[in-house]
């Protein structure tokens, strides 16, 4: 079986750009999480889809927004892009179990 | 607010030198622990689930163990493929702003030859 895709793997945005993340789950897994990871504050929730649902969403502002396909695609998009926003973002997906399988990541680094 | 907490930040082992990775954590209603290896640039990888205290897992030169309050990684003879940031999750039954699953920072291991 596939692993979690994330597209792109790397971009380089300038501030107040906007960004848009696509994340593509195992297949059969409805459930789609995204983090954002950095150095000092490590892994940090965004928000999780499930069923083109959202179920939870992080302490992160309304510029951070995202959404989930039928297919159960995900995509994470980033408005009015900060420096701070400079980030490794991660997806994960998981069936019915607990465990949550993570993608590689996209980096963005934004000048 | 629930917490996870990791030490030692860092670890440097010499090959062969075997150790244990802590991960506390104070958490209402937890479901599970989980043990992740991330390497460099890369989304974290999935080793072990454990689900009730005195629960071990297993996998090669690693085992993961479970209390109430706290679970261990035990590297046996470590080798230098072992080195990579290794991090722990608690699974609670609630989601809210920090999400279901809560991440501690992370332990940088690095095996010298």
């Known amino acids: 079986k596939a692993g979690v895709t994330q597209t792109p793997r790397y971009l380089i945005k300038t501030r107040g750009q906007q960004v848009t993340l696509s994340c593509s789950p195992i297949s059969g897994h409805r459930s789609v999480s995204w983090y954002q990871q950095t150095p000092g504050q490590g892994l940090q929730f965004l928000f999780e889809y499930f069923s083109e649902t959202q179920r939870n969403k992080g302490n992160f502002p309304g510029r951070f927004s995202g959404r989930q396909f039928s297919n159960s695609r995900s995509e994470m998009n980033v408005s009015t892009l900060e420096l701070g926003d400079s980030a490794l973002y991660l997806c994960a997906s998981r069936t019915g179990t607990d465990t949550q399988y993570f993608g590689p990541g996209t980096r963005l680094t934004v000048l | 607010e629930d917490q996870v907490t990791q030490s030692p930040e860092a670890l440097r082992l010499q090959e062969g030198e075997s150790s244990s990775l802590n991960c506390s954590y104070t958490v209402s209603g937890l479901r599970g622990l989980f043990w992740y290896r991330q390497d460099p640039g890369k989304g974290p990888e999935f080793l072990f689930t454990l689900y009730s205290a005195g629960e071990e897992k297993e996998k090669e030169r690693l085992k993961a163990t479970l209390t109430k309050k706290e679970s261990f990684l035990h590297i046996t003879a470590p080798k230098p493929e072992d080195s990579a940031t290794y991090l722990c999750?608690?699974?609670?039954?609630?989601?809210?702003?920090?999400?279901?699953?809560?991440f501690g920072k992370g332990t940088k291991l690095s095996v010298k030859p």
């Open positions: 999750a608690v699974l609670r039954p609630m989601g809210g702003s920090q999400g279901n699953l809560i």
